[in-house]
């Protein structure tokens, strides 16, 4: 569906995307995460041929973007913009036609689609009357109007509330059980946990961990405990069946050696310091991103990643 090859772009001397490789397949969410300034959306831009790479190649359904390919794709930009004068139901329209569908279809859809996100009694207004999460979920018929097979979506949640988020997400879901193929970009890592089959993570323009989201949540969270401690920590990290320690502040990532037992290092730090939290289980997506980075020996802003 989707193929980049080596591919880097560079701005005044600063590396935003950096070698990346990436084959997404038909079907299915497709997660392209990163906290802010990762190069996810240099990246969309690249596969919308908005911007050139300097080096390497990108293709969709096999070829290289063109206008009339653009048909085959939705794209909702992190950047919004919309025709704010317009009515609603018109400026839907106008935008369904400019891809390809007949005025008489577009009316339909469109018409469905106000519906189905609660928006129909404001089909006759301006688009500029409507609040901002309004006109972002305006926005985002506009992008899956047409139909398209392949569906990019630039930080579809930002500006939503938790009840739209929600919405949206089922929606995105629906896309996915009818078989197209949705790359959703985001920082927020929560929010694609049960969305995404699987998933890119970028950090400074480069990949560092790719694949099956389950499959790399069952080798991460291999006897991984999660411990609030107080105390020396030292007396955890020198403990004989403690193969990793990664420190997320207030909380630590213990990950065990194979066949050590939980219940010894939950034994161990109460005997040496005092244990607020303790627990079994796979690492979020947020703690799977900042250990892979730290073990990388890259740096990371945690206020730019959302989701723990």
Known sequence: MLSIE????????????DDLSLVIEPGGVFGLLGPNGAGKTTIIRMVMNIIEPDEGRISIFGEPLSEKMKEKVGYLPEERGMYRKMKVLEHLVFLGEIKGISSSVAHERSRKWLEKVGLSEWRDKTVESLSKGMQQKIQFIS????????????????????????????????????????????????????????ICLINKGKKILEGGLSDIKMKMSKNVVSIRFSGDRRHLETWPEVEKVV???QDLSITLKGGADPNG??????????????EIGEMSLHDIFIAKVKEKGGEIDEEDVQGR
């Open 143 to 198: 992008t899956v109007l047409h139909e398209p097979q392949l569906v990019i979506l630039d930080e579809p949640f930002s500006g939503l509330d938790p009840i739209n988020t929600e919405m949206l997400k089922d929606i995105i879901t629906d896309m996915k059980d009818a078989g197209k193929t949705v790359v959703l970009s985001t920082h927020m890592m929560d929010q694609v946990e049960k969305l995404c089959g699987r």
């Open 265 to 278: 290092i939950l034994r161990h730090a109460l005997d040496n310091g005092r244990v607020e939290r303790f």
């Open 6 to 17: 080596k591919v880097t772009k560079r701005y005044d001397g600063h590396t935003a995307v």
């Open 247 to 249: 420190d997320f502040g």
